[in-house]
């Protein structure tokens, strides 16, 4: 059977909704499965300059994608445009991107049954854009209950729930949980939704009411001004890295997210035995439950994160059970289950 994934445009930096898309292929591949990945350098006019130079750059480079492993059997595809020409035939093809969805909805049939890819509530596009995807013959896939809501909500049919996974081989408990140094980790990022600022603010507020406490945020940029000298700040950290070095080296993970499909950095924390503090972003709640594997406050106020950083810093006892239910619960979304799904999936519409 073969499928078809177009993403968004290149992949020049890491990001969690592409590396999702590659996961999915890998896991297909091994069963079988021919798989493509689209990478369009252009989704319809170049309206500014920032789009007129990345189309520039786009047209004579091509990214070496060294920042996630991908199985030589996906076939990478680096075309113009996501139009039909340039789609290869396959038996499914899956948008990934609101302005992506056009594209597909005008594919011949032979280009494969036309579904759309739900990694979040893409809030930054008119509602009546994501309506009309959500009410379209699109089959849909969404990766968390909290999207499923949404497109309910919205009136929509063809709605199939497969969560996003994380690889249990790589994010695991290296340290013991019980004894870690008290420690703060977290996603660093310019997108104001994921919420950073207030992270930092609730990091400088836990930081009063306890010297001792140190920190380490990582991200794909370089360190801004805007991170405390006192935090530690790793630029794009290599996953050895971040799973040995910073979340096996930390015995809290902080969230402070807007809004989240699914959120993976917490899960990844979460499967090497952190302690998570996190705002109720929404997808999260698939595996993020106030008081039982985390501890959940209101998005956009920081000040509840702190105390939530402070209640896990004064109960050690707290924090490891969180620590070890968070473990045991996040252990269900792995690679071996999505692909069972997505099997599902295709011979339900096939």
Known sequence: ???????????????????????????????????????????GPADNIKTMIRNWRDTFLKPRINWVTIDPRVNLLFVAEPTAKHIPDADFVFATYTPLAEYVLNYPAAKGKKCYLFQHNEF????????????????????SRWLEEIGQAFGAKNIYYIPDAIDHDLFRVIEPIDGRPLRVSMLYSRWPWKGSADGIKALEEA??????????????????????????YRQAPPPKELVEKIYNGSSIHLCPSHSEGFALPPAEAMACGCALASTDCGGNRDYAEDGMTALLSPPKEPAALARNILRLAADEALRARLAKAGGQRIEQFNWQRVADLYEKFFAANS
């Open 124 to 143: 930054w596009f008119a509602k009546e854009e994501l309506a009309a995807i959500w009410r379209s013959d699109l089959l849909k896939v969404v990766v």
């Open 207 to 232: 930081k009063k009411k306890i010297p001792g406490l140190t920190a380490v945020v990582f991200g794909i940029d370089r360190r801004t001004a805007a991170i405390p000298r006192w935090i530690e």
């Open 1 to 43: 059977m073969r499928i078809t994934f177009i993403l968004p445009g290149y992949p020049w930096k890491p990001g969690g909704g592409a590396k999702i898309v590659y996961e999915i292929a890998n896991n297909l591949v091994k069963r079988g499965y021919q798989v493509n990945i689209v990478h369009p350098r252009n989704i």
